[in-house]
């Protein structure tokens, strides 16, 4: 399967804790986006990252969040002392060019929820 | 701030209807996106449109974006149980992406 993989699917936190949610683009893709989605709602861009480098930021709370790239390994969003505010499914898509936003492929997305 | 504004955000069908959802800004895109998404999954890529008045076929669903760049519709014909789910919208300039809420439509057998 070549498409792009999220892990974990699920994922119950208490609140306080830390919750990490990887994404593995598709291969050949080196651009990850990352989206929160509130039932009822729409996509909420997060943050945009190339290998190694934070392209976008801006839609990402400036508390508790972030998010990496490394050159090897997936992309992690870790979101630290977690709140019930926090329940939501987060998606990662990935592209192959820079900017490439109109070119995006989903993974499944996490579903978080907090306790 | 660019917002798509989706409607209607529910619907729901008989079989063999044809129905149009819209997605409407004040903002002009430089490319517009529609995706459909189904419980559980992550949102679809359907189709992309770039050039104002274009209009796309993809068997049964034909999107058309507005002449001024700011306004897209989805026309399906003869609407399957298979069609069921989220249809959402997006656009972008360069440097950023943004979706509607979404229209969610239930075809009913």
């Known amino acids: 399967n070549a498409g792009v993989m999220q892990n974990p699917r699920h994922l119950v936190r208490r609140r306080g804790q830390e919750a990490r949610l990887r994404c593995s683009p598709m291969?050949?893709?080196?651009?990850v986006y990352w989206y929160r989605q509130l039932p009822e709602e729409g996509l909420k861009f997060m943050v945009y990252l190339q290998k190694e480098n934070i392209i976008d930021e801006s839609g990402m709370p400036k508390e508790r969040f972030s998010a990496e790239f490394p050159k090897e390994g997936p992309s992690i969003l870790r979101i630290q002392q977690v709140v019930r505010g926090d329940s939501a499914a987060y998606f990662c898509?990935?592209?192959?060019?820079?900017?490439?936003?109109?070119?995006?492929?989903f993974g499944p997305g996490t579903r978080l929820t907090v306790t | 701030t660019q917002l798509l504004e989706q409607s209607p955000q529910f619907l729901s069908i008989q079989e063999g209807e044809n129905l149009t959802v819209y997605c409407n800004s004040s903002s002009v895109f430089s490319s517009l996106q529609w995706y459909r998404q189904e419980p559980g999954e992550g949102p679809v890529l359907l189709v992309t449109?770039?050039?104002?008045?274009e209009v796309k076929k993809l068997k049964r669903l034909t999107f058309q974006f507005g002449d001024a760049r700011k306004d897209s519709s989805l026309h399906i014909t003869a609407a399957q149980p298979g069609d069921t789910g989220l249809y959402l919208c997006a656009g972008g300039g360069r440097n950023d992406m943004r979706f509607g809420a979404g229209t969610r439509l239930t075809v009913k057998p």
């Open positions: 291969k050949g893709h080196s651009h």
């Open positions: 898509a990935s592209s192959p060019a820079l900017r490439g936003w109109d070119e995006q492929y």
């Open positions: 449109v770039v050039t104002g008045g």
